[in-house]
């Protein structure tokens, strides 16, 4: 019996590759970067199902060059904007992703950025790398204590909410904003909900941004959101990198129209090393790390194999992005 094909565009954790190794026939890209356009859509061609990273580009151009075999797309991550997911249902492809699990990862993430930036922990660093401290000063790397200061959440969904509870800790304020009400926040997080997003800019010591990236929130944070925030804020962003407009946030950077930024994303990925952003002091910026703890990657793996391995056999698969498809299927 023909086992199904499969093309998986990087290497992941053992965990989840030997269960796709062990029933599928497997072609893994193991090179360090991403498989071209060109190369992505040749080796697509007579699959019965994708592994993809955020990396990949999965649009109508690729589906079409699988072909009709192509019968589920298994995404190695929780976000899924890499992936045309209307033109995926149209053709009746099941789109996975992995929620959920790097939930409590990527809040520590969120908060580790909010503390370096407050403490200037990596300017500290750097002092002492470049042999510049020559004694104690009491004016030297000044920050922001965190203890009891406001943090304004945009996006309160999963991750959103467990930054808040790490807040709790440190007693801080919690400000969020969301497109939903959510009502049960006050009691379990001692949240407070905003009417608008500018409330929240305008309120708070540090902005987390916790909003996937959509029409609406795509450089939702702009000149005019720095211009509202406060000249001491922090602001930091381990969502997607095009919610934030960049040049705009250089700008208030540049001019201390706020006081420092801490991103785990960016656009485009990665950012070259002299990059202008890249070279302000009072700029912080990590390789879109948020997942990066071996538990969560591994968990990632296994979701994603799962998603795959029960595409393939035409079952639901556990964690489905356009559960629509299921009706395309059945008509």
């Known amino acids: ?177 969301d497109h939903k009400h959510r009502p049960e926040l006050g009691k379990e997080s001692s949240a407070e909900i905003c009417n608008s997003i500018e409330e929240v800019l305008r309120c708070s010591d540090f902005i987390s941004l916790h909003v996937p990236l959509n029409n609406e929130t795509r450089f939702s944070i702009n000149r005019e959101s720095f211009r509202i925030m406060k000249n001491s804020a922090i602001l930091i962003n381990t969502a997607r990198g095009e919610i934030v407009d960049q040049e705009a946030l250089y700008d208030a950077l540049s001019h201390k129209v706020i006081a420092y930024a801490a991103l785990d994303v960016t656009t485009p990925e990665p950012l070259r090393g002299d990059n202008k952003l890249v070279l302000l002091e009072n700029c912080l910026i990590v390789p879109h790390i948020g997942s990066a703890s071996f538990r969560t990657r591994n968990k990632m793996a296994v979701m994603s194999a799962e998603n795959l391995l029960a595409g393939l056999t035409n079952e639901k698969i556990p964690y489905v992005v356009n559960p629509e498809v299921y009706d395309v299927l059945q008509s």
Not at 49 to 72: H, N, P
Not at 98 to 123: C, H, M, Q, W, Y
């Open 1 to 177: 019996m023909r086992k199904p094909k499969v093309f998986v565009t990087r290497e992941i954790p053992e965990a989840g590759l030997k269960l796709i190794q062990d029933s599928c026939d497997v072609e893994i890209w193991l090179e360090d970067l991403p498989p071209s356009k060109e190369t992505l859509i040749e080796k697509v061609r007579g699959i019965d199902g994708l592994l993809c990273l955020l990396t990949d580009s999965v649009d109508d151009i690729v589906m079409e060059a699988a072909g009709s075999r192509l019968k589920v797309i298994s995404n190695y991550a929780v976000g899924y904007d890499n992936i045309d997911l209307k033109c995926a249902t149209k053709r009746g492809i099941p789109v996975g992703n992995t929620p959920g699990v790097l939930t409590e990862t990527t809040a520590d993430l969120a908060f580790a950025l909010l503390l370096s930036a407050a403490r200037k922990i990596v300017n500290g660093s750097n002092y002492v790398r470049e042999n510049k401290w020559e004694t104690w000063g009491p004016k030297l790397l000044l920050g922001m204590d965190i203890f009891e200061s406001t943090l304004g959440i945009i996006g309160m969904g999963r991750i959103g909410q467990a930054v808040a509870r790490r807040a709790r800790g440190f007693n801080m304020k919690i400000l969020y904003y």
